[in-house]
């Protein structure tokens, strides 16, 4: 048996390797592989001193009141009982009667390292040099005056991001005369007026504090009257910085140094991660993702009805070539964000190894049970079969990564193993105890 996957898997040492029972081998080839990746292990952030302002964050990820008819919370969609998303294929619209065009992503290490780009598809962008913004909001991408004091207030993509579910009708904003802050004549008003509520606020939380008693605390040198929606925003990030971290998984145990982190299984997963799956082609680093890198991988198109293709990156900065194109995540704690994609597309993970091995067929056979459609509270359609690939795949010349159009001929065996990898050795254990409690 052995023999037999060793031939089908070629003749290099390499693979010889990564099937043998020689383990002492396998950690040497694979470590002098993880170098040659540039993969290490992650390390927590140094503790923000500003308690405050992490304590304020804290509380308004899950305040209600920031939502234009107080009934939702960042902490709805990004709840850590359902892996920091919320376990939906699409989000739910604000008032539970529709949905969104995106699955809500995992926010686990969304600190770590300045992260530049926001969002599936980076419409939210902070340029960390020289501290300029690209995002939906005209108004913040240059200097009007009006928003200038917003965008000083903010110091990363994360923190920027904060501010665009708010107002966003079917997010968190509602519709226009359901509440003041969605009657708003612009981002702008929007944005004062949530701030002007939470200022109003006099309920008070444990520690009794109101919300104007924990801005002066978190930011002292702000005078009440100059907090704006760029201070609540960042308070959200800091508290989503530490909060989100995750470093404890086998798999960092093993870039730690300790061989026994993962199993013989597991390590051979990792050697198709990096081999002949071509994974780390973009899921690169210790993130095993890339915030940087947009990439079409073919996800199917489907959503509500009557279905409009959602075209990622090319939409934002409006060239065809990147059609279909949206940022490679983290891989870190896969095991607990299902469904897969930007749309929640596929439901577990070998759905997605089998999408990655041979494409088109993916494509072609992509259906959606009964079952699934009755979780939704909208008719859903799908971009099929022909149709399907020629605008995902072939309309965009360079659409597809060129060598995914190639099938990956994984053997049964390799998707097993590249299974086991992605559900075990990277799921930390602080995170999966949360699930379902
Ligand atoms: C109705 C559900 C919903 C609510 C409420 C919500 N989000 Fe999200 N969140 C999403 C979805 C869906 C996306 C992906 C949207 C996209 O990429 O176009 C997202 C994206 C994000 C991202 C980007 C992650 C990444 O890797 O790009 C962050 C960070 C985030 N949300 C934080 C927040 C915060 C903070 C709040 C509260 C102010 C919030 N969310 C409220 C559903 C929600
Ligand atoms: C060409 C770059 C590229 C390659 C190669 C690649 N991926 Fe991806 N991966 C992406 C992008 C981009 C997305 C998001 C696509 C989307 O949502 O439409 C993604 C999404 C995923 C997701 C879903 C994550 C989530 O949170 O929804 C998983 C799981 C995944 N990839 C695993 C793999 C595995 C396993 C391999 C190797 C067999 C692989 N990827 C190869 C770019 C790539």
């Known amino acids: 048996m052995k023999k037999n996957i060793l031939l089908t898997l070629g003749f290099s040492f390499f693979w010889q390797a990564a099937y043998s029972e020689d383990k002492s081998a396998v950690d040497y080839i694979l470590r002098k592989r993880l170098e040659f990746y540039n993969i290490r292990p992650l390390k927590n952030l140094p503790l923000n001193t500003n308690r405050p302002q992490v304590e304020l964050g804290k509380r308004l990820f899950s305040e209600k009141k920031m939502s234009g008819n107080r009934r939702i919370a960042c902490l709805t969609c990004h709840n850590p009982k359902t892996g920091t998303g919320d376990a939906f294929p699409m989000s739910q619209t604000e008032n ?4 969104l065009k995106r ?47 917003i965008t000083s207030a903010l110091t990363s993509a ?29 981002n702008l008003q929007a944005w004062d007026r949530i701030v002007v509520r939470l200022k109003q606020d006099m309920s008070q939380n444990s520690q009794s504090k109101s919300y104007s008693q924990l801005f002066m605390q978190a930011y002292p040198n702000t005078p009440i009257e100059k907090i704006n929606i760029g201070h609540v925003a960042e308070s959200i990030a800091a508290f989503e910085r530490e ?50 890198l947009f990439a ?21 900065v409006n060239e065809s070539k990147r059609n279909f194109f949206f940022r490679v995540p983290s891989l870190l704690n896969v095991s607990l964000t299902a469904p897969y994609m930007h749309n929640g597309a596929f439901q577990t993970l070998r759905a997605v190894i089998n999408h990655y091995d041979h494409i088109s067929d993916s494509l072609n056979n992509f259906e959606v049970s009964n079952e699934r459609r009755n979780t939704l509270p909208v008719k859903v359609a799908i971009e099929k079969g022909p149709l399907q690939l020629d605008n995902i ?16 001929l994984l053997t049964p065996i390799d998707k097993d193993k590249l299974e086991i990898f992605l559900k075990e050795a990277l799921t930390d254990s602080k995170w999966s105890k949360l699930k379902f409690k």
């Open 96 to 99: 539970g009667k529709g949905i």
């Open 103 to 149: 699955n809500s992503p995992a926010l686990f290490n969304i600190g770590m390292s300045d992260k530049s780009f926001m969002f599936w598809d980076g419409r939210v962008h902070y340029d960390f040099k020289n501290k300029t913004f690209t995002t939906p909001e005209m108004a913040l991408n240059g200097v009007n005056p009006k928003a200038k004091e």
């Open 158 to 186: 994360l923190s920027a991001q904060a501010i665009f579910p708010l107002v966003t009708h079917n997010e968190m904003l509602g519709e226009k005369g359901e509440n003041e802050i969605a009657d708003a004549k612009d």
């Open 243 to 292: 909060e989100f971290q995750s470093t404890g998984s086998p798999f960092q145990r093993y870039l730690k140094g300790d061989n026994q982190a993962m199993s013989h299984d597991q390590k051979q997963g990792l050697f198709v991660f990096l081999g002949n799956g071509r994974c780390i082609n973009c899921h690169q680093g210790s993130e095993l993702g890339n915030n940087n």
């Open 296 to 316: 079409s991988v073919g996800a199917p198109q489907w959503g509500e009805a009557p279905l409009i293709l959602d075209k990622g990156r090319g939409d934002v």
């Open 393 to 408: 795949w072939l309309s965009s010349q360079s659409g597809l990564t060129p060598k995914l159009k190639n099938r990956l």
